[in-house]
């Protein structure tokens, strides 16, 4: 064996090893929210966000969002099980794949990257219980002028059970065009990077790419207390955040909420995890301001 084939072999096992510690790591961190979530339980007068983040666990998600999904469905139900996603990169790590493959939900996903789709159609696709009817993948750049007609000409009109949305870029501004459905939960990223007490958003360019906007990519969506206005002006109430300081999630106003509570968004803010390691949210902040945002 010459240097050139040892050293590709002992990069494979290397990259094997990384894999399986990285699932080990995911395994201890659900065992410990499972364990919280039962000590959380138990107690009369809990803080509502250690609650929350006792609900956290993957299987799919980039983050904790399939045990907090399958939380807030298990406390105000589920009508259709339709849901829509846009942002799903490769459809493997994305909010409803874990609805998808073991819930048998109905959705529709979208991505503006042909290569990204073209992997998750052939990853559901392997799936049995994925069909053609349950699982629509599209590949679409989206606009605020488009997404309607995304949604409607693919079969998805009035109310549905979720929408999740991540496109790092325009996310403010699609959310506010939307109208064609009704979603009863709304998952969406902020932006931490902005801070806790700005409401602004990046100002709307239909051919938004962050890294053409600043090489950080820090330069994008909107920051959480914008995006709770815009979810009262749209009748949603924010409910909470995940802990690595990525996700929001909503709640139509007209559903019951049992344990789940309406909040404030200091009530429930997360700096981002990965970017706080060494970056504080000033600085964080600092690097972006002079760029152009919009008051909300």
């Known amino acids: ?79 259709n099980r339709k849901a829509i996603e846009f942002g799903i990169g490769d459809g493997k790590q994305c909010n409803l794949a874990n609805l998808i493959i073991n819930f048998g939900w109905q959705t529709l996903m979208i991505d503006g990257n042909a290569n990204g789709v073209s ?25 605020k002028e488009n997404i309607n007609a995304l949604f409607t000409n693919n079969g998805f009109n009035g109310e549905i ?66 995006l709770q206005k815009l979810g009262l002006e749209k009748g949603y109430n924010l409910i909470g955040c995940d802990s690595n300081g990525v996700n929001a999630f909503f709640i139509r106003n007209d559903i019951q909420l049992n344990k789940l509570t309406s909040v404030s968004p200091q009530e429930v803010y997360y700096t981002e995890k990965k970017r706080s390691q060494t970056h504080t949210q000033k600085e964080q902040f600092d690097i972006v301001k002079h760029l152009p945002f919009s008051e909300i």
């Open 1 to 79: 064996m010459n240097l050139i084939d040892s050293y590709k072999r002992w990069k494979k096992i290397i990259l094997s090893l990384k894999k399986v510690n990285r699932r080990f790591e995911l395994l201890e961190s659900n065992i410990e929210n499972i364990v919280n979530e039962f000590h959380n339980d138990q107690k009369t007068n809990q803080n509502y966000k250690a609650f929350l983040r006792s609900k956290e666990y993957q299987i799919y998600s980039q983050n904790g969002e399939d045990g907090l999904l399958l939380y807030i469905f298990s406390e105000i139900g589920t009508t």
């Open 119 to 143: 992997k998750a159609k052939k990853y559901y696709k392997d799936h049995p219980n994925c069909s053609d009817s349950k699982v629509i993948i599209l590949n679409e750049f989206i606009t």
């Open 161 to 226: 059970d979720l929408l999740s949305i991540d496109i790092d870029g325009n996310d403010y501004w699609i959310w506010q065009a939307i109208h064609s459905v009704n979603p009863r939960v709304v998952v969406i990223e902020y932006n931490a990077s902005l801070g806790i007490d700005k409401s602004v958003s990046v100002e709307y360019d239909k051919s938004f790419y962050r890294y053409d906007k600043h090489k950080s990519g820090w330069y994008h969506g909107a920051s959480l207390v914008a």
